[in-house]
Structure formats: C-alpha cells, structure tokens
C-alpha cells in the first residue's frame, strides 16, 4: 500500500514518513483512487459477438395436399411445379401418394426448374397428396389443389394451395344447415399417430361437440369429418383445429344445394388469429358477401377498411364491430362493396380470424359461392401452380399500409424464362387485380407474384370458369415461398433449462 | 489419649485452638514447600460462614432424613473407641494442616496413628514432632512402595489386642485419613453420630471439599462406571449448596475421611492388595455390600481433600508400579483390575473384551485429540492389568469370599449401585457442548474464588441472576442477531413455501445430500453431451451442511442464502470479539456487514458462492490475524486451521484466495519476520491448493475459474463500473444506493489521521485495498470460460465484502475510540465532525436494513426441479437413457439450449460442464433444427440419443419458433403444459444405438436412417451409462454408437477383444470430428458388446485428497486441554509436578 515518495533519501526517512498521521491517511486515499482510477482506463464494453440470425435457403419444403376428392361428376386436381427462379438449380421435387414413408409409393418426380407434374382425380377419391421438394427445389416449390364439377347438385369450383402441416389452426366459414355440407380434412404425414382436437364455436360461442374431441389419425393417413356430425344446425362456424400430438395438413371443403339444385362449392383455406387480418381478394361484382369474425380469446373491436382500387374506404356503419369472445359474428358487406374487386382489412383489439364467403348467380343463371379467409403476408415469392386457358386467373394485390409494388411473372413449361411479366404498382390502401393471360392449354403453367418494394402486401387470387349455366369462381390465398430461413445463432448453456 | 467418653464441646476451645495454631506454625514454619494456605482450616470461622461451611455441629441435632435414619432415635448413643490412622507419603506440605485439622477436632479420635510410607521428604521429622506434641500417639514406618491398605493395616496392627480393644461395650471402629485430607472439626462428631443413627451402617464416608476452593464439592459417595471410572455423580466445580446432602446408601465411599467398624474391616481382610493406591476403597466398599455390609455418606461430616495423588503433585510409589509419574496410567490399571476382579464366571471374559474395546476407542479418540502419551497410557493400562494374573485371581478369591459370607446379598444387587449406562456417554456430550457453546468450563476468571466464604452473597449469586434464556435475550449479540434474523425473513417472504430455490446462478439442489456428493465424487458427469471435467470442490463442503442439515440439500442452499444475513452478522459479531470494545459498536458493525451490498446481491441473484464466503469471511480474517502473530503467539496449529477455513471459503470464491496469497505476501515482508513465521504463511496459502485437489489442478488449466464462482454467471448489471466497487457495489439486483457507501469509506480513513492506535485501522486498510484491487480487477475483466460460448464479467461480490468488511473495521475502530478522544476535548469543530459521520455511519446499516425489509427482488424464486413433463423425465429413466432438449430465446434474437441428459438439472451442473467446443455439432443442428431448414438435422440429432424437444416459453398463437419446428420433418408434436410446446422425434434416438449405413438414395425417395436401440443397463441417470449387450445381426458396414463425449476412459469390448471408438466424421463441418459422441463399427453378426467407463482415476485423487484433508484437520484440531485439577489456583507452586490429564470422564480418583 506504499505509494513511492517523490524524492526519499532513505527508507527509514520514508517509513518515518508514513507514520504520520496526515500522510497515512494521503497515502491510503491516493492508493484507493489509484487503483479505481487504473481501473477506469482499462473499462472495456464485452466483446460483441456475433448473434445475428444468418439466412439460409431451406434444405426442404414438405406440402399436403387433402383435396383428393372425387366422384362421377367431382374432380379433384393437385398439381406441384418447382419455379424457375433464381438460386433454384439442383434437387428433386416430388409429389407422391401419402403413404408410410416405408412403402413403396409412385411419385412424379420434378427433376429441373420449371416443370409442374399433376395428378388428377376422377371417380373415385384418392390418398392425400405429399408434395415435397429438397434442394434448392425447396425455394421455387408450390403446389395447388382444385376440385371442380360441372355438373348436378356439386357444381362449382373451388381452390386452395397445398399448406405446411401445423399443429394449430382455424377454418372460419361453412356451415350445418339443412343443404350444406361442411368437412374438414385432415391429413397426418408423419409415420406416428397424430391427435386432433375440432374444437366448433357457432353464433351463440362454443360449441359443445364431444365427437371433435380425440380425433385419431393414424400414420401417413387422411380423414374427412363432417361438420354437421359434430354440431348441428349452425348457420355460420368456425372450427378451431388443434393437435394434442403430431401436426396436420387441413383443408375445409364446403358445400351448399337445395334439393339437386346446386349452391357452390368452396374449399375454406386455414387461418391464424391476429390483431390485423387482411384479406386482399373479395371479387366484385358479387351477388352477397358475408363476412365472419371470430375473436377466440376476448372481447374485441374491430374495425374494417375496404382496400379498393381507388383506395381505402370505411363502409359506412361498419366502423366498429364488436366481437364477444368466441362468438361466430357475421357482417354483410354487401352494401359497401363497389363494383371493382377490393381487399379488406380488420384491425381489432384481440386476435380475430375472419373470412369472407361471397356468392354469385342471378336470375338464370346457377349459383356459386366461395369464401376468401385472411392471408398471411408476402414476404417472399408466393407460387401458383396449374394455371391453363379456359379459366380466368386474376391475382389480387393489396397494399394495406403504403404503397408497394409486386412483380408478376408467368412460367410455362418447355420456354426459357417468364413468358410474361408485369411490375404492379399497389398505392397504399388499395387492392390491385391482375389478369394473367395464360395461353397453354394443359394444367402447366404457373405465375409468380414477388414482392419488390414498398410496404406490405398480400396477395390472393380468383379463378372463374364461365359456365354454362353461369360463372363458377374459386377464391384462394397466395403463400410466400419458405425459399429461405433465418438460422439463429444457438448456444449451449448449461442449466438454461431452469431459468 | 484414650479417653473413655469424648468430650462433645472442648472446655477452652479457643484457648486449644490458638495453642495447637501456634504449634502447626511452628512446625510449618521451616518447610520448603509450605505454601498451601492452611490458615482457612485453621482459623475459627465466624458468623454464616460457619454455618454454611461446617454446618455439622448445628445441623447434628436437626439430622432427620428418613432415608438414613434407623428408625432408632430412642437408642442411646453408643461408646466409640475411633482409631483414626493417617497415613503419609511425602505429603510435607499438606501434613500439618492435615494434623492440625485433626486436632481441632471437636470429637478427638482415641487413637491417632500416623504411617509413613517412606516419605523422602521431611514427612518423617514433621511425624516424630507430631508425636513428641501430641497431635499422634504411634509412629508406624514401613516400606516406600506399601500400599493405602497395607499401610492401613500396619497402623491397625498396633493398637490391636490391647484391653480396650476387647470391651464388648465398646464398638470399635477405623477413621482413615489421608496426609492431604483435613477433616472439618465435627466430622467425626457428625460420623458416630449416624454411626449412633443408622445403626445398620458399617461403613460411614465423609462428604469430601476442595482443599483450596473450599466450596467445591469434590466427592459425596461414588460409584464406578461399567468402564471403571470413579462416577461421583457431581458438575465440575460444582459449589456446595447443601443440594447432595441426605444421600444415604452408596455404592463406595472414599477411603479419605472413611470411618469403618473394625470388625468389618478384619472380616473382609481390609483393602485389597492389588490395589495398592487407586480403587482400593470402591473395591473394599463393594465387597462390604456383597458381603451384606451397608455403605452410607454422612453429609454432615466435611473432610477437605487435595486429592495430591490424582492430580500427579506427588509421584505414586504404593505397589511398585513401572510408570510412577503417570497417576492416570496407574488408575486406569486400577480400574481395569477393579472391573475384571468384580467379573466372574462367565462375565470375565465379557468384560475384558468390553473392557479392550473400551481402552482402543479412548486411545484412538486421544489420539485424534492429539495426546499420544495419554492414548499411550490408555492402551498400556489395558496391557498392563491383563498381564498381572496373580493379582486377579487373588482378588476374584477376595470378592468371593465376601461373596460367600452369611449375610451375603446377591451380586445383582449390588450392581443396581453401579452408574447408569450411559452415564459416561453423557457426560461426555455435555463437556463437548459446552466447548461448542464457548463456555469454558476451566475459565480462571470465573473461578469459585471469586465468591469468598466470607461473602454469602456470592455463593449464590447465580441463583440471584435471570435465567439462562432470559439472560441471553438482553445480550446485543443475540438481539442482533435475533433482529437481523427477524428482518431478513421479512424481505424475504415471497421466498419460502413450496418447491426449491433457483434463479440466478442457481441451479435448483438436488433432493438429498447424496446425490449432491455423487456428483463431487463421481468422474464423468451426465452434462450436456456428458462431461469429464473435474468437479468443483465447493460441492463437498456443501454436501457436508446438507448432511447436516438431515440430508437435504434443498435446505442447505436455503440456509445459506436465507439465513445469510443473520448468519454474517453473528459471524461478524463474534469474530469482532477482543477488537471493538463497545459493544453497541459490535452491532452496528456486525449489522453493516451483514447488510452490505453484497449480501443482499448474493441472495437475490442466488450466489452460493459468496453467501458462504461472506459468511464465513470475519472468521477466517480473524484467523489469519492470528496466525500472523496478532494477539497471540503464532502456531502451526493455527496455520492449519486457517488453511483448512481458507480451502473451504476459496472453493467457493477462489478469487479470496488471491487476495490471501496477495496478503500472504505482504505480510511475510512486513509484519512477519522469522522464518518459521513465513513457513507457515507459504503453508497456509499452499495446503488450501492441495486439499483442493483435484479441482485445483482444473484451475490452473483453466484460469478463468478463479474469477468466478458457483454458477458462473457474470453481474446482471452489465454497466458495472470500477467506482461501483470503490463504493462496495458488486451490481446486479439486490444492490443498495451508492450513497450508502459513502460514509463508510470516509469514516474508515479517521482512525488513520489519528495519533495512536492506529495499528487495526492500517491492517484493514491493506487487506481492503487488496481486495479493492482484485474487486476492480473483476469489474473490468471479460474471462472466457471453456464451459460457455461468451465472455463472463466475473461479479466482484465478495471483494466488495472484504473491501467492505475492512472499512466497517477500520470505522468500527474509529467509533470505539470516540467517546475517549472527545471526552478531554473542548468543544470545537470534532465534535460535529464526529456526530456527521456517526449519523453517515448509522445510515449504511439502517438504509440497507430498510430496503431488505421492503422485499429481496431478483431472479431467485422458489420454483420445481421439473423442467420437463413427468413422462419425459420417466422415458429418460429408462434403458434407452435419451436427452432432452430444452430450447429458451435470449436476448438479441439468439437461442439458448440445455442439453439435459439427466431429467431434472441440479446445483453445479454448469460448474462441471464440459467444453463448449464438444457440442459444436450439436449447437450448429439445434440453430438450424430451429430454423426449419428441413434437411437432416432431425436424424443427426436422434443420433446423439436427443428424444424430445421441449419450448418452455411457447406463445400462443403465431410463435414463430414453434411454427419452424412444427413444419420440421420427423418432429412430432405431443403434448405439454400450458405454456411449453414439446416435440418428439421420430426417428430411433437412444444413448447407444446400432444405424446401419445410409441406404443408396433413388431418385424422388427419402433417404431412410436405419437404426435400432441398444439397452444401457439400468442405473440413475446422472451415472454414466454402460452397456452389456448382444446385439443381434444386421446389415455389414453399421456402427454402434454411442452418444457420450468422447473419452479414453471410456473402454469398449466387441466380441470380447477390447477396441478403441472414434468420433465419426462431420462432413464439411468446421470441426472435423464430432467430439460429442464416439462409435465403432460392428461386423453384420450377431456380436456381444460391452461399454463402461471406468472413473478409477478420479477415486484416487479423492483418496489422496481425504488423506491431506486428514493431516490437515489433524494439525488443526485443538490440543486435548492438560490442566484439569478443579482444586489448583494460580498461586500453588508445583514444580515437581508435571500437569497431568484426567478428562472429565475419569471423575476424581481419591487418593
């Protein structure tokens, strides 16, 4: 603790020195100082290291498809196409029969960028579809699934694309009324047993169906359970699917006739609860459109914005919808829609889902219905497989918030590149539709949507097939791609699991 | 001077008095060694001390204890002839008084003969002048080495035969004295009158007091134990109160003072002659009561004993025996025969094998107590009676003659008069008690002196005081620590209820104190993907308290850190005992420390480590200032103490051991001066690295570790700054204001500026700017520790302790000195100098103590050991022994993982984690299995036996992370608590599996992984597994894998021929290798396999650390205490007389 005196003749003279009172005392206040003070100069921040999420490109994308369908006049069509974008170079692509990974199956193999394989279902319903693709495949892989009928009390079209399975998800639209017939399917793609729970909430809330409880789904298996077996009598539901155990691929499929005179047709895509709910392609002109929302956890508030062409508008007495918790509430928008197609937004204070089911067919013509469900955001490419002549394909963009621009691009098999591309320009607030001209007659044709720049955007699509006896329209999301991951830094702490 | 009829009251007492004074005087007057201060026997007592002392000759009429009596009171008094023998073995200096006591005597004896036994003092001239005055009537002289008995008898011889002798009249009885004993001038008086009184009794004993402490009872009947040892049934030191008095029938009384019919002397042949100095009279007494004889304890017959023999004042030369120095050898000897003699038949052979039990324990337990010559005598005297033969078989002749008598009882029930059981046991545990409790049984300054017969008051003064209990409420300590205790439960109330304490760097405690020593001991730790690293050594002395504490290890940890706060201020209370004088002084110091900063950081960040440290700490200061000389002088014992407490206090802080060598250092250059000095110093800071061994090794690899503590987790402030330590602020929650500090640092600079005592205050100053260096050396410090990924900013808690705890001594000092300096003072501006910084004083405790009671926040909660759900932990108890997984979101987007082999993690698991480097693979498959990538990281992980991935803070809905292993191929999803998600893996995943080589890949299928479980053998899971197996054919070109890190101690057999595993191959893997698991490959039949791990070497580290630990607590045990006469004072001078041990449960043999 002795600090050198300046100049000491002798240590004598300098422990002399110390001994004094003052000097003791200036000695062990410079020393305290002094090792702070050295300490301060050598303050350094932690090393940084480096956890930044690095972003990969996935090594496989794993698709189910239900939708397999069919009878005398149902046809059931899934189709897989890897894109031809950039960074897709090598992989392989399938597309094969759900069955145990142990088995022998038939797949249709995809083996460069740009093609598209498609089963088709006639007659008879056939297994659920896996379409998966490894590689670098996994980036421009997509794949759709179409039912359609001509003809008789099922006539209509419906469209969905082929989802990741999951363990929790919400179907929102549909009913149990006399005339309409509402299934969920439900595909199991691992090699053990899954578990499901439906849990059906209708106008009045809950909904008390023990039949949806337990629902067992054995390895690599698909099941289709009637909504009405459940709960009966529900003019408008919504099943919130859960899995105890294992994950699934689900899909609803509703159906509405009078007799043998048909309703429509739809296949009702998977939706999740949040507190902004877009839903970017309600077509127009319509002859209804019926929206339903449903606020799983709480009461909530919601208000809602048209995105049309010319922007945002608030429907007049819809600013404020008020949900009770775990109610099915409807509200017709009918009145507010214009004669262009336009998107919806709803911003709520609790976590809602919500769907729109519009119908068409006036005066002699057949009717047809189909619903639009809330859309998760495109932030990345989103793939439609199976496009051909002879349907309108129209792709919806809505731009919420601000404005954005999309590039579409359409592929078809056997050319080098996009044989057609447009950039889109959506202002913020409004929805744009986009005609795709498809020119190949064959199921094989795909289009692109990339987000470019700009705010957010969701994009949705509607095909319709100009009957007969009228128009058939099939309303469907438009997934981003899993082209890429971001990879978090992971590190081993030991006893971690405690806090 | 035989009289016919004694004269009950003498014509001229004070007349004879004075004249027999002045001969005693005369007599002693030229004696070399005439110290003894006999005049207290001599001189008339006056006024209640008479009365309370020799109550006899008031009392004699009031005697009505109907347990004594016969029933006779009309019997008239009966005509005594007493022949009182004294006998003399270079006993000069107590014979005169001796005498002269007996001469006092209000019933003088008829006969006085005294025996010299060869006395080579000037015992013989003191007799012939006795004779020649009168005080003796017959001089017997017979040879050195006769014993009591024989010595007895030789003076009986004399007067027998004579006329008187065959009066039928007359009874005829025996008074033995001994040269050191002094009978009270009614003691006979009173012994004929029970004689008178309770007809039946033949052998009458006096109650024995000190010689000096006349007060102190010394004996009052006795007994012996199973053991042979004299029992007197009394406390040591234990004052007369009257509170033995009545006691009637005894087993023995002593031969002092023992008034014997003669009759019953001849008919049991007197003492025996086996026993020529110790136990004679237990052993007489016992055959009397066998023969039928009643032994009784006249209490109001006083005889003062010095018990010269017993307490080694003069060589024991009775009965020749090899070892006269030794009294205690001798007794034990006595006690032996006595046991052994009394034994017969069957119960011989019994007794002295209980009997050599006996003797090995004791001389086992004297050598731990570090008195070898004692454990040598011990096992000697066993020797030593088991080689006399003749004299057993003499002696068992004598008991059983007695035995065959007519009047003869059954042995058994003479037994009953034996000592209880347990007896000795009990004493034993009480003496030990009082050693623990800090009551010194042998504390001089409370020696019964202290209370003067002349003073009444003082004899019962204990009785005047409060109780012990209400005692000890009114001390400062106690209430301090009470208070404390009181405040610390408050603040920590929402600490207590269910479960166990975690958080912080706690890891929860395992259930039983077993299992926490499991993982000390053992050599492979099932961690992460299993670890070889050495434990911690802080683990053992942990496992010891939990021990302790009923085996619960949960209760360890809560006494540490919940009772932290009480248990630093008793430490420090206590330890700053002889340093501050005022006591409130002590309080407010004791309560500072207990309040620092760092107490309340470690509880709320749930830091052992300095919990124990901080505890721990004011004692281990203290020692160390001893052993550097302060006080006392210096002692290897000392240095072994310190460094024992030091290895205890450095495993759990190493970082205190560097201040220890730092201080070490500059103590050998200033303070300590001799060599021997700095030896101990270097043995000090170097024995705590041995008895640390093997951890301390690891440290020495592994540096890092000495900054940090259990738990290794860096400070929750992560902007600490050197002044916060300056200002005693580890950082972190729990921290108090850094005002708080302020006062303390410029109070503890006072006592320097001061002239005069300021020697304490500059030795804080050292050992706190030490600490403070190391203290800012840890708050600028990044130290990378092999065990995790990044830096650890080590928490400078307990150098902000000693830093503390340097100031708060060198203020408690200043304090202390106040009152004094100011008292001369004039008013001026010290005055008000010393009230601010007083009140700047007071605030640090009274703030600190305020802001505890408002409630200890922080990451230390009670919560469960079960990280897991129940069937997770059940499935990774089974065979196949698989991990889990556990996946938590830190900051900045990153994802920590816990790789828990054993189902529920527990205390120091982070401590003997292996090296982060190990899990490389692991951590890259867990960052991409989150990701979702997809691809093979499922497979990869069921190869290192992962089973379940568990998301302890899933979100309900939209969590991307469960989104991402929800998609993730082979991944399945089962279910959970609320709030965790749990996925299993599909693919076979288990400790030790058979995979068989990845199938050729077609075009459009999935590659398929192939493998088949292999059963470890059953065990706990924190054990390493092993397999013994056969595993059935397969495909050519599969391995057997093992997911353990791998390790050359781990030794594998296929088809019986030993083979060495490798690491498989990562391809295009940064590492090249995949260290976390190991394999080997295995031919495509049927093959029988073994793997173990053999954790031989660690075993004998840990042998050679229990031997250290040892010699090292052997050196430090107290030395067996040597002085332990109750009857000494400080001013008997006794230079022939080596001091001798008699431990409290050899009782006071009368010699």
Redesign the interface.
């Known amino acids: 603790?002795t600090t050198p005196d300046p100049a000491p003749t002798t240590v004598a003279g300098l422990l002399r020195a110390l001994r004094r009172?003052?000097v003791?005392?200036a000695v062990?206040?410079v020393?305290?100082l002094a090792?702070?003070g050295?300490?301060?100069t050598?303050?350094?921040a932690?090393?940084p290291?480096d956890?930044?999420?690095r972003v990969?490109p996935?090594?496989?994308?794993?698709l189910v498809c239900p939708v397999t369908t069919a009878t005398s006049a149902l046809i059931s069509t899934v189709i897989a196409g890897v894109a031809e974008l950039d960074g897709v170079s090598t992989g392989?692509a399938?597309l094969?029969d759900l069955t145990t990974?142990?088995a022998a199956?038939d797949?249709l193999?995809i083996?460069k960028p740009g093609q598209t394989v498609a089963r088709v279902f006639r007659e008879k319903s056939g297994p659920a579809q896996l379409a998966?693709a490894?590689g670098s495949f996994?980036a421009g892989f997509g794949a759709d699934q179409v039912i359609r009928s001509g003809v008789g009390a099922t006539r209509g079209l419906g469209a969905a694309p082929c989802s990741?399975?999951?363990?929790?998800t919400w179907l929102v639209g549909g009913g149990t009324t006399v005339g309409r017939l509402t299934q969920v399917l439900l595909v199991n793609d691992?090699?053990?047993p899954?578990q499901v729970d439906l849990l059906v909430y209708g106008p009045k809330g809950p909904v008390d169906a023990p039949g949806g409880a337990g629902i067992v789904l054995p390895a690599s298996s698909r099941r289709q359970v009637r909504l009405d077996t459940l709960a009966p009598g529900l003019a408008v539901a919504a099943v919130h699917v859960v899995?105890?155990?294992?994950?699934v691929g689900v899909t609803g499929l509703d159906q509405q006739s009078n007799g043998l005179i048909p309703l429509g047709m739809s296949l009702l895509p998977p939706t999740?609860?949040?507190t902004t709910v877009v839903i970017p392609n309600i077509p127009a002109p319509v002859r209804t459109a019926r929206l339903s929302l449903i606020s799983p956890?709480g009461d909530a508030s919601a208000s809602l914005t048209l995105l049309t062409g010319d922007g945002p508008i608030v429907p007049s007495g819809l600013a404020q919808v008020v949900l009770p918790a775990g109610r099915v509430v409807t509200v017709d928008l009918t009145p507010a829609l214009v004669h262009s197609a336009s998107g919806l937004r709803i911003t709520s204070t609790a976590?809602v889902a919500g769907a729109v089911e519009v119908r068409t067919g006036d005066g002699t013509d057949l009717k047809e219905m189909d619903s639009a469900a809330g859309t998760p955001l495109l932030n990345a490419p989103g793939i439609v497989a199976g496009l051909r002549r002879g349907i309108t394909h129209r792709i919806d963009v809505a731009a919420p918030t601000a404005q954005a621009v999309v590039r579409m691009e359409l592929y078809v098999p056997g050319t080098t590149g996009a044989v057609w591309a447009q950039s889109v320009t959506v202002p913020g607030g409004a929805t744009r539709r986009i005609v795709v001209p498809v020119t190949t007659l064959a199921a094989s044709s795909f289009v692109v949507v990339t987000p470019v720049s700009g705010g957010p955007v969701y994009a949705g699509r509607e095909v319709s097939e100009a009957g007969a006896r009228g128009p058939m329209i099939a309303l469907a999301p438009i997934y981003p791609t899993?082209a890429t991951?971001?990879?978090?830094?992971?590190?081993?702490?030991?006893?971690?699991?405690?806090? | 001077m035989v009289t016919d009829v004694p004269p009950a009251v003498p014509e001229d007492p004070l007349g004879r008095l004075r004249r027999l004074g002045d001969e005693v005087r005369e007599i002693t007057a030229d004696l070399p060694g005439g110290s003894d201060d006999v005049t207290g026997l001599l001189e008339p007592r006056t006024g209640a001390a008479v009365a309370a002392t020799d109550p006899g000759a008031d009392v004699i009429e009031d005697e009505d204890d109907a347990g004594l009596t016969d029933d006779l009171d009309e019997l008239p008094p009966r005509r005594h002839r007493v022949t009182a023998v004294v006998v003399a073995h270079d006993g000069a200096r107590w014979l005169p008084a001796a005498l002269t006591a007996l001469a006092r005597s209000t019933r003088r004896p008829d006969r006085v003969v005294a025996v010299d036994t060869g006395s080579l003092d000037t015992t013989p001239d003191l007799l012939v002048r006795a004779e020649r005055v009168g005080l003796v009537d017959r001089v017997v002289t017979v040879a050195r080495d006769t014993g009591f008995g024989a010595a007895v008898a030789a003076a009986l011889a004399t007067s027998s035969g004579t006329a008187v002798d065959a009066d039928p009249e007359l009874v005829g009885w025996a008074w033995l004295l001994h040269d050191d004993s002094a009978p009270a001038a009614t003691a006979l008086e009173a012994l004929l009158h029970h004689a008178d009184h309770v007809r039946t009794a033949e052998i009458i004993g006096a109650k024995l007091r000190g010689w000096r402490n006349q007060d102190v009872l010394v004996e009052i009947g006795v007994t012996v134990a199973r053991s042979g040892n004299r029992v007197t049934g009394l406390e040591r030191r234990e004052l007369d109160q009257g509170q033995h008095d009545g006691v009637g029938d005894v087993l023995s009384v002593s031969s002092a003072g023992m008034l014997v019919r003669r009759d019953v002397w001849d008919e049991l042949g007197g003492f025996d002659p086996s026993l020529p100095m110790f136990r004679d009279d237990v052993d007489f007494c016992w055959r009397a009561r066998s023969a039928g004889h009643r032994v009784v304890v006249a209490s109001t017959a006083v005889v003062h004993h010095r018990e010269a023999a017993t307490h080694g004042r003069r060589p024991v030369d009775a009965g020749s025996p090899r070892h006269p120095d030794r009294p205690a050898r001798i007794d034990r000897v006595s006690a032996i025969h006595l046991m052994r003699s009394h034994a017969s038949g069957l119960r011989g052979p019994y007794v002295t094998f209980r009997l050599l039990i006996g003797s090995l324990v004791r001389a086992v337990g004297l050598l731990v107590a570090k008195a070898p010559q004692q454990a040598r005598d011990e096992w000697g005297a066993f020797l030593d009676s088991v080689r006399d033969r003749t004299g057993l078989r003499v002696s068992r002749s004598r008991v059983a003659a007695a035995a065959a008598l007519p009047e003869a009882v059954p042995e058994s029930d003479v037994r009953t008069l034996l000592a209880p059981r347990g007896t000795q046991a009990r004493h034993v545990l009480e003496t030990f008690a009082d050693l623990v409790a800090g009551r010194d049984v042998s504390d001089p300054s409370r020696s019964v002196l202290d209370s003067t017969s002349d003073d009444p008051d003082g004899w019962y003064a204990d009785d005047r005081r409060p109780s012990r209990l209400r005692r000890a409420f009114r001390r400062p300590g106690v209430l301090l620590v009470l208070t404390l205790l009181l405040l610390a439960l408050v603040g920590e109330r929402g600490l207590f209820g269910d479960g166990v304490l975690?958080?912080g760097a706690l890891?929860?405690a395992p259930e039983g104190a077993s299992d926490l020593w499991a993982s000390y001991t053992t050599a492979w730790h099932e961690?992460?993907p299993g670890s070889p690293a050495d434990a911690p050594a802080w683990l053992a002395p942990l496992s010891g308290l939990a021990f302790l504490l009923r085996g619960s290890a949960s209760s360890a940890v809560d006494l540490v850190l919940l009772g932290l706060v009480p248990i630093a201020g008793l430490t420090s209370y206590l330890a700053l005992r002889g340093l501050v004088s005022h006591v409130w002084v002590r309080v407010w110091a004791a309560a500072t420390y207990a309040t620092l900063p760092a107490v309340t950081g470690a509880i709320s960040g749930g830091r052992i480590g300095t919990a124990v440290s901080i505890a721990l700490l004011p004692w281990l200061a203290r020692s160390c200032v001893r052993l550097v000389g302060v006080g006392r002088p210096s002692s290897w014992r000392r240095a072994a103490g310190t460094a024992l407490l030091l290895a205890v206090v450095a495993s759990f802080t190493p970082v205190v051991w560097l201040v220890a060598a730092a201080l070490a250092v500059?103590a050998g250059l200033t303070v300590v001066r001799d060599l021997a000095g700095r030896l101990r110093l270097l043995a000090t800071v170097l024995l705590p690295v041995a008895l640390l061994v093997p951890w301390s090794l690891r440290l020495f690899r592994e540096p890092a570790l000495l900054w940090l503590e259990p738990?290794l987790v860096g400070p929750t402030d992560?902007h600490l700054?050197?002044?916060d330590?300056?200002l005693l602020r580890p950082g972190g929650v729990g921290s108090t204001p850094l005002w708080l500090g302020v006062g303390l640092l410029v109070a503890a600079?006072v006592p320097?500026?001061?002239?005069g005592g300021?020697r304490v205050p500059?030795v804080a100053?050292?050992v706190g700017?030490v600490a403070?260096?190391f203290g800012?050396?840890q708050?600028?410090l990044?130290v990378q520790v092999a065990?995790?990924?990044?830096?650890v900013?080590p928490w400078p808690g307990v150098a902000t302790a000693v830093w503390g705890g340097a100031l708060i001594v060198a203020s408690a000092v200043a304090l202390d000195g106040l009152p004094g300096r100011l008292a001369g003072a004039s008013f001026g501006w010290r005055q008000p100098a010393a009230a601010a910084i007083t009140v700047l004083l007071l605030l640090a405790p009274i703030g600190a103590l305020g802001m505890l009671v408002l409630g200890v926040d922080g990451?230390l909660a009670r919560?469960s050991r079960d990280?897991?759900p129940a069937y997770v932990g059940a499935e990774m108890r089974t065979t196949d022994r698989p991990r889990s997984l556990?996946l938590?979101r830190?900051a900045?987007?990153?994802?920590?993982?816990?790789?828990?082999s054993a189902p529920q993690?527990q205390l120091g698991?982070?401590d003997v984690?292996g090296p982060?480097s190990t899990?490389a693979v692991?951590?890259?498959l867990?960052?991409?299995l989150?990701?979702?990538?997809?691809?093979d990281e499922v497979e990869a992980l069921a190869t290192h036996g992962i089973r379940y991935v568990?998301l302890?803070d899933a979100r309900?809905?939209?969590d991307p992370l469960?989104?991402?292993l929800?998609?993730q191929?082979g991944l399945?999803?089962?279910?959970a608590r609320d709030g965790a998600a749990v996925w299993?893996l599909?693919p076979t995943s288990s400790r030790a599996q058979v995979i068989d080589p990845p199938e050729a890949v077609a075009?459009?299928?999935?590659a398929?992984r192939v493998a088949r479980a292999v059963p470890t053998v059953p065990d706990d899971p924190r054990t390493p597994p092993s397999v013994a197996t056969t595993v059935a054919a397969g495909v050519d070109g599969r391995t057997l894998v093992l997911s353990e890190a791998i390790d050359s101690r781990w030794t594998w057999t296929v088809d019986g021929s030993a083979v060495t595993s490798t690491s498989p191959t990562v391809a295009g893997g940064d590492p090249a290798t995949d260290p976390s698991i190991q394999q080997v490959g295995l031919v495509s039949s049927s093959v029988p396999v073994t793997i173990s791990f053999d954790g031989s070497s660690r075993s004998t580290w840990l042998w050679a650390q229990g031997a250290v630990l040892l010699l090292v607590a052997l050196l430090a045990l107290p030395s067996r205490r040597v002085e332990d006469d109750d009857d000494s004072d400080a001013f008997e001078d006794a230079p022939d007389a080596a001091d001798v041990a008699v431990g409290p449960d050899q009782g006071g043999t009368s010699a």
């Open positions: 603790m009172p003052a003791t005392v062990a206040a020393s305290m090792v702070v050295v300490g301060q050598r303050v350094t932690v090393p290291v956890d930044a999420p990969e996935v090594a496989s994308t794993t392989v399938t094969a990974r142990t199956s797949p193999l083996s998966r490894t996994a990741r399975p999951v363990t929790d691992d090699d053990s899954a899995t105890r155990n294992g994950r999740t609860p949040s956890d976590p899993r991951t971001s990879v978090p830094v992971a590190v081993s702490v030991p006893g971690s699991s405690v806090r | 975690l958080g890891i929860p961690v992460g500059v738990g992560r700054q050197p002044y330590v300056l600079l320097l500026g001061l002239r300021r500059v100053w050292c700017l403070l260096a800012v050396v708050s600028v990044h065990a995790l990924p990044d830096p900013s990451p919560g990280v897991l556990v938590s830190g900045d987007d990153r994802l920590i993982y816990d790789l828990l993690p698991d982070v984690a982060a899990s692991i951590t890259s867990v960052s991409r989150a990701a979702g990538l997809g691809a568990v302890g309900a809905a939209g469960v989104e991402s929800d998609s191929p399945r999803r089962v279910s299993q599909v075009a459009g299928t999935v398929m």
